[in-house]
């Protein structure tokens, strides 16, 4: 089965063969230096590989993602600026928009642009018309103010200074004017009318239209009562729009014409306006007059300064104890 070979030389043939392979100490030791000799650069070996593996990776994924076109991008709009507006606390305002908008250089909206702006303005005021007399103007309201002065804001502007013939309302047109028993009755040529009843009021009656104070609007001067030589008078006033009102003295004023021998009353009107004469007297001759200038106000008649003293001897010629103001009929 071996060939015919004894034991002893199959025995020193195997360790011939075997001999020459035997490893030395010093190989073994070369042998385990190269083994760590090798695992020493596995490492970095190792770790460059990775590194350089996930670059391929990001490479290849960025090279095959789909690419979004620049006009599927979504921009969000930009916000409408505020437009800042001041309303005025005492009107409501009225938008309205600007004439010129979306022109170029006015400051309007072009393409692309802005929100236009709004416009506020205070809603326009309108005043109340009051009915004309056919051929006459009608003077706009307003406040007037003549020598003695009306003072009633609800007075139009007069046409003439002073008034006209039985002008009351001032537009240059004569109104009628009538005694209707104790009431004095006026038709207004600019439309209405208006009375004032007198009670008390003695019959038949006198009265006279005139511009009293020159404020471009008649008065009413009726003769209400006489006693004793002396008669008293009431004046109405045109207080406005289709009002007539009676305007009442100040204290220490009266509105009278004539005297009893010892003291006299009379008012006379002039381009200066009305002025009211009180004199006394002890012997019936000389007297001792005083003056007061006055003004015809929706508050009444009262004066526009201090009283004038004077002294006058009175006769029928020249007495100042007269209604000197207008025409009485």
């Known amino acids: 089965m071996n060939g015919g070979l004894e034991p002893e030389e199959l025995t020193r043939l195997l360790r011939a063969a ?3 392979v035997r490893a030395s100490p010093d190989a073994l030791h070369r042998i385990r230096a190269g083994v760590e000799h090798r695992a020493w650069w596995r490492v970095p070996l190792a770790a460059t590989g990775g590194v350089a593996m996930a670059a391929l990776i990001v490479l290849a994924f960025m090279a095959i993602r789909p690419q979004s076109s620049s006009s599927e991008q979504t921009v969000e709009p930009a916000a409408p600026p505020l437009v800042a507006s001041v309303i005025p606390e ?18 309007g909206q072009g393409s692309g642009g802005t929100t236009p702006r709004t416009t506020t303005a205070p809603p326009a005021t309108t005043t109340p018309s009051t009915p004309a007399t056919p051929g006459t103007s009608t003077p706009s309201a307003s406040a007037t ?3 003695g002065g009306s003072g009633s804001l609800d007075l139009p502007s007069p046409v003439n200074r002073p008034a006209g013939v039985n002008d009351l309302d001032g537009d240059g047109a004569p109104d009628q004017v009538r005694i209707n028993g104790t009431k004095v009755e006026v038709v207004f040529s600019r439309g209405g009318s208006d009375s004032v009843d007198l009670a008390g009021l003695q019959l038949p009656a006198s009265y006279a239209v005139v511009d009293a104070n020159v404020d471009g609007f008649a008065d009413i001067l009726v003769r209400t009562a006489s006693r004793d030589g002396v008669a008293d008078y009431t004046l109405l006033r045109y207080a406005a729009r289709g009002d007539l009102a009676q305007a009442t003295l100040a204290p220490g004023l009266r509105l009278a014409a004539g005297s009893t021998g010892t003291s006299g009353s009379g008012f006379r009107c002039d381009e200066n ?3 009211i004469i009180a ?3 002890s012997d ?6 005083v003056t007061t200038a006055v003004q015809i106000t929706p508050d009444g008649v009262v004066p526009t300064g201090a009283p004038v003293p ?7 010629a020249n007495s100042p104890f007269i209604a000197a103001c ?3 009929s």
């Open 284 to 289: 019936g001759a000389e007297f001792q007059i």
């Open 90 to 107: 005492s009107s409501r305002p009225v938008a309205s928009s600007s004439p010129d908008r979306g022109g170029t250089g006015s400051g």
């Open 18 to 20: 075997v001999e020459p």
């Open 279 to 281: 004199g006394t007297s």
């Open 145 to 147: 103010t003549g020598p």
């Open 326 to 328: 207008g025409t009485f």
């Open 310 to 316: 004077g002294q006058l001897t009175v006769t029928s």
């Open 273 to 275: 306006g009305l002025r």
